[in-house]
T-cell receptor
């Protein structure tokens, strides 16, 4: 079974631009979560989608948004990029709520650099 | 609120046991997890424990849970240089999302 796939692997943008990151979950997984990882703040939860609906949301500004498609693939978008948005963005998938143990499986991440 | 804390660094010699500690605050956590992250990679699920268990063993890994003190530990027996990585403790919070600690960087010296 293929793992969680994130594209692109690396991205360089300039301040003020917008960016879209993509995540394909493990086959059969219906929940996708996004995390931001930085050296200073560690792993911070962005949001979680299940069956095309946002189930949970972290404490990030409205510039960060996401969506999930009917095939469970997910995208996250960051508008009006700031230098502080430079980070590794990790996507994780699971079967979803209601399962006995929502083990999260992570992709390798998208490394975003904002110049 | 939900918070998970870990010490930042641990250094051991190859062949020794490593013990990585973690404390959490959410007493309603149902599952607690240990993840490993190698340089340039995502997080790899190592093991997990259900909150009604005290201990779980999986080959070289032993997880101990003290629910009263909200303390979780991961013991790696016979630590190898390939175990050098950052280890994250995580709890499944009340709203179902995973809350991660800051990560413990394990350095294994030959």
């Amino acid at each position: 079974k293929a793992g969680v796939t994130q594209t692109p692997r690396y991205l360089i943008k300039t301040r003020g631009q917008q960016v879209t990151l993509s995540c394909s979950p493990i086959s059969g997984h219906r929940s996708v979560s996004w995390y931001q990882q930085t050296p200073g703040q560690g792993l911070q939860f962005l949001f979680e989608y299940f069956s095309e609906t946002q189930r949970n949301k972290g404490n990030f500004p409205g510039r960060f948004s996401g969506r999930q498609f009917s095939n469970s693939r997910s995208e996250m978008n960051v508008s009006t990029l700031e230098l502080g948005d430079s980070a590794l963005y990790l996507c994780a998938s699971s079967y979803g709520p209601g399962t006995a143990n929502e083990k999260l499986f992570f992709g390798s991440g998208t490394q975003l650099s904002v110049l | 609120g939900e918070d998970v804390e870990q010490s930042l660094f641990l250094s051991v010699r190859e062949g020794d046991s490593s013990v990585i500690n973690c404390t959490y605050t959410d007493s309603s956590s149902t599952y607690l997890y240990w993840y490993k992250q190698e340089p340039g990679a995502g997080l790899q699920l190592l093991t997990y424990i259900f909150s009604n268990m005290d201990m779980k063993q999986d080959q070289r890994l032993t997880v101990l849970l003290n629910k009263k003190d909200k303390h979780l530990s991961l013991r790696i027996a016979d630590t190898q240089t390939g175990d050098s990585a950052i280890y994250f403790c995580a709890e499944k919070g009340a709203r179902g999302k995973l809350i991660f600690g800051q990560g413990t960087e394990l350095s294994v010296k030959p």
